[in-house]
């Protein structure tokens, strides 16, 4: 079993920038991927970005590229998805998920064995 909790989410204005944080307990952590989705309302849930288990490989929907940094510290059990440039398109609740059946780093919600709570990203224009 693994357990993952969210903080950092809120209110930015465009432009502007936050830190999500997902801490993890219940596994070793340097043993599974890590990945990051987002839900808007309306809308289904869409892949944000992933890091593999050691942190060499990431991977990012084409919308963030450029603006979104996933990293993780496996000192910690923790992974971070750094947000810049938040634009409007960005407002969703987001997920942190942790991929523990498989070596891949997957885009693929189908993937990820286990989820947070979601916290609530806001941006206004």
């Known amino acids: 079993q693994v357990q993952l909790v969210e903080s950092g989410g809120g209110l930015a204005q465009a432009g502007g920038s936050l830190r999500l944080s997902c801490a993890a307990s219940?596994?070793?952590?340097?043993?599974?991927?890590m990945g990051w989705f987002r839900q808007a309302p309306g809308k289904e849930r869409e892949f944000v970005a992933a890091i593999s288990r050691s942190g060499r490989i990431e991977k990012y929907t084409d919308s963030v590229k450029g603006r979104f940094t996933i990293s993780r510290d496996n000192a910690k059990n923790t992974v971070y998805l750094q947000m810049n440039s938040l634009e409007p398109e960005d407002t969703a609740v987001y997920y942190c998920?942790?991929?523990?059946?498989?070596?891949?780093?997957?885009?693929?919600?189908?993937?990820?064995?286990?989820w947070g709570q979601g916290t609530q990203v806001t941006v206004s224009s």
């Open positions: 219940g596994r070793t952590f340097s043993s599974y991927a």
């Open positions: 998920a942790a991929n523990v059946d498989s070596a891949a780093t997957s885009t693929s919600a189908h993937e990820y064995d286990y």
